[in-house]
């Protein structure tokens, strides 16, 4: 199958396309590098990967490079932490809309004049930051409030246009939501805004690799944002990877909806407990303070995970520890070369 992934210099996206390569799929990429600048991944030279750096908003370079693809995965998308949802709070919405928009406005066209079958559409665990239901079961984007954040709300707006698309124009689609991505390869955004936590700063906003970044400077007491008691799904990417890759080759998958996650809930101390503690090998004493948190810091995702299982028999089994024995390292040889 040849697919077309948006956004393939992405942090999800880089996970992705390995895993679709290792089983024999061909890829055509597209990233304008606007979130790292220039990256190298590992697939550059496989002969089944076709990249072309350009904007996924061009709708004419779109309908050229999707015109022979099978199957289309929408991953294209300003992303980042909680700081990022305050920074670009309109860009995250504007710049993103335009994004879908052309993507969608491409695969139609594909799909009416070409060979496309499919469109793939990351969304987010954002679409149900209102909700007051847990575990969060597919549908409750639905019921619930809208997300107060444009990013939320903006993903959102990703899921209806799948659903507009198919209604109007039949275009088939898989709605995926991945939740709390973390793994190696997310390194410091061009755009990012620096942000003093205690006696580091910080320029990603995401709690894995910024407590992971504070503990290995030796920040003590660790500077948490908010009371620590946050709950989410930390889920490894190679897992997401192969959840997102069974939902492009299932017939089961068609005009559906899937959250990918572990099913195993984390605190924030709990998480910061185990870092500490990863990186001390127990010789220290973990200390903590809790900072003012951000405004759209969520303070529980819990997806309800039973229907990737029943349906497509996905589930995310590597654990939070084993994740962390791979991304400590990691992210400690960025620090030294200065690439967080």
Request: hydrophobic share 35%; with cysteine; aromatic share 10%.
């Amino acid at each position: 199958m040849k697919i077309l992934v948006t956004g393939s210099a992405g942090f999800i996206t880089g996970y992705l396309v390995g895993e679709l390569l290792k089983h024999g799929h061909k890829i055509v990429g597209i990233d304008n590098y606007s979130k790292y600048g220039k990256v190298v991944k590992s697939y550059d030279s496989n002969p089944n990967y076709q990249f072309y750096e350009g904007d996924a908003k061009d709708v004419n370079l779109m309908k050229e490079i999707i015109s022979d693809c099978d199957q289309v995965v929408a991953g294209a998308a300003m992303i980042g932490g909680i700081s990022y949802f305050h920074e670009y709070a309109y860009d995250l919405l504007a710049e993103n809309e335009r994004i879908v928009a052309s993507t969608f406005d491409a695969s139609i066209w594909a799909f009416k004049n070409k060979k496309l079958k499919k469109i793939n559409v990351l969304s987010s665990s954002m679409v149900f930051e209102s909700t007051n239901n847990f575990p969060t079961a597919e549908g409750e984007q639905l019921k619930c409030p809208p997300p107060l954040s444009t990013y939320g709300f903006q993903k959102l707006a990703c899921e209806y246009y799948a659903k507009g698309a198919y209604e109007q124009y039949q275009l088939p689609y898989t709605i995926i939501r991945p939740f709390n991505c973390i793994g190696i390869g997310e390194k410091r955004a061009l755009g990012d805004k620096e942000i003093l936590s205690g006696n580091v700063k910080l320029a990603m906003s995401h709690v894995v690799p910024d407590l992971v970044q504070k503990v290995l400077k030796g920040q003590d007491p660790l500077h948490l944002l908010g009371a620590g008691n946050q709950i989410r799904h930390y889920t490894y990417g190679g897992d997401l990877a192969k959840g997102i890759r069974i939902c492009i080759e299932s017939e089961k998958s068609i005009n559906e909806d899937f959250n990918l996650s572990t099913p195993l809930s984390t605190t924030v101390i709990e998480l910061a407990e185990m870092i500490w503690n990863k990186v001390y090998k127990g010789g220290k004493l973990f200390r903590y303070v809790s900072d003012t948190p951000f405004e759209y810091d969520v303070q529980k995702r819990i997806p309800n995970v039973e229907k990737a299982k029943r349906v497509l028999a996905f589930e995310a089994n590597t654990s939070l520890s084993t994740s962390l024995d791979e991304i400590i390292p990691w992210i400690k040889e960025q620090i030294a070369i200065g690439g967080i």
